[in-house]
């Protein structure tokens, strides 16, 4: 669009004639071309800000901010729809909750096909009701260019009273942008969950072979996130936790049933073959492209703070903290947890064998905290 603007230019340049007032022309046709290249560089500093943000909320959140820089305005709304009948704006920015019904408002008027509505200068403002002081330009977001999902209001430009043609297409640029990436997020949220769901029930199908193992992950997910909690962990820890402390033991579908549901003690090569499950769980998660916490998670749940574990060896804190945490939660629930060829030991008795494992097999500090949490205090009693 621009190239085609500049050759235009340079043609219209070259038709006048050269004793003329040429100088004054090229003025303007740079200021133009000024103003032109300050829009196609606010638009992609933009366009890298909004690649940076990955979630859908901070999209939104961040909106107002770069639009008061694209646009010059002081006043930037986001509106969002809620239950097909309310527009909600959330107060950070301007101190109070904004909830105005749809129905009979100019909302609902914005055509599709022009894709806006310019309210002018002594018109109703929709918000505050009353007369506007500037021109007020209202854009709706939508996902993927369908679905309408709020709006975006902005009024009271610090250079002028109106929008012109240039910043209600520049400020449309940016919302197909905007709605792009809200569809690729809905998109790849539809997509994730869905493989999240497809391993769970593959842990489901591991856990079905083997009835004493059945919500063993489910437990050791949960009293491991009671653990990161106490410990403070970083969001990221405890979303790695919730979904990789499900699938610690994915790794066991590749075990044969003939070891994994043997109903006595293994013997030293059946339990090298147990052995294997972290790798073969990491090796499942790897190519899915997840994050590496959780990847981590797998590979690491059965290392020992004093280096003797498997498969790594990994010693201290060279085992990620959510597989140190993991170790304890699960060594709990499976020594609480009943056996074919042993009775589950009861509560007190597997709180005193972590204790006296701390600092050889388990990191004190985890145990520590484990020992302050609901279960391991032994409030919570749903082991079985
Ligand atoms: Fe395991």
Redesign the pocket.
Same mark, same amino acid.
Request: glycine share 20%; charged share 30%; no cysteine.
């Given at each position: 669009y621009v190239l085609d603007r500049v050759s235009r230019e340079r043609e219209i340049l070259k038709s006048i004639p050269e004793n003329g007032d040429k100088s004054r022309v090229v003025k303007t046709l740079n200021s133009a071309l000024f103003k032109k290249l300050n829009e196609i560089n606010s638009l992609l500093s933009l366009n890298m800000e909004l690649d940076e943000l990955t979630e859908a909320e901070a999209i939104l959140n961040n909106l107002p901010g770069m639009i008061e820089r694209l646009l010059r305005a002081r006043r930037v709304l986001v509106l969002m729809i809620r239950e097909d009948r309310y527009l909600v704006a959330d107060g950070e920015r301007n101190g109070n909750k904004v909830v105005l019904p749809i129905e009979g408002s100019v909302f609902v008027d914005i055509d599709e096909r022009q894709g806006h509505l310019l309210l002018d200068v002594g018109d109703h403002d929709p918000i505050t009701g009353s007369a506007l002081k500037t021109q007020m330009l209202i854009v709706p977001i939508t996902v993927g260019d369908v679905e309408r999902i709020g709006y975006l209001v902005v009024a009271d430009r610090v250079e002028s009273y109106h929008f012109g043609e240039d910043e209600i297409r520049l400020l449309k640029v940016l919302l197909k942008k905007v709605s792009m990436r809200l569809e690729n997020n809905a998109l790849y949220e539809v997509t994730y969950n869905h493989l999240i769901n497809t391993l769970k029930s593959l842990v489901l199908t591991i856990e079905a072979r083997d009835e004493y193992t059945k919500n063993h992950s489910e437990r050791v997910t949960n009293i491991a996130l009671e653990i990161a909690k106490e410990m403070n962990c970083r969001q990221e820890e405890i979303d790695a936790i919730r979904f990789g402390g499900y699938l @610690? %033991?994915i #790794?066991?579908i590749g075990v044969k049933d003939m070891i994994l549901l043997k109903p006595a003690r293994l013997t030293d090569s059946e339990f090298e073959e147990i052995k294997k !499950?972290?790798v073969i #769980?990491y090796n499942i998660i790897s190519p899915l492209g997840f994050f590496p916490l959780e990847q981590q998670l797998i590979r690491h @749940? !059965?290392e020992r703070f004093d280096g003797r574990g498997y498969p790594d060896g990994l010693s201290g804190e060279d085992i990620p903290l959510i597989a140190r945490i993991l170790a304890v939660a %699960?060594t709990y629930d499976s020594m609480t947890s009943t056996r074919p060829y042993r009775k589950g030991l009861g509560h007190d008795v597997a709180v005193e064998e972590i204790k006296r494992c701390a600092g050889s097999q388990f990191d004190p500090q985890v145990a520590d905290a484990f020992f302050r949490t609901p279960t391991g205090k032994g409030v919570k009693r749903d082991a079985s």
């Open positions: @610690h %033991d #790794g066991k !499950h972290p #769980g @749940h !059965h %699960d």
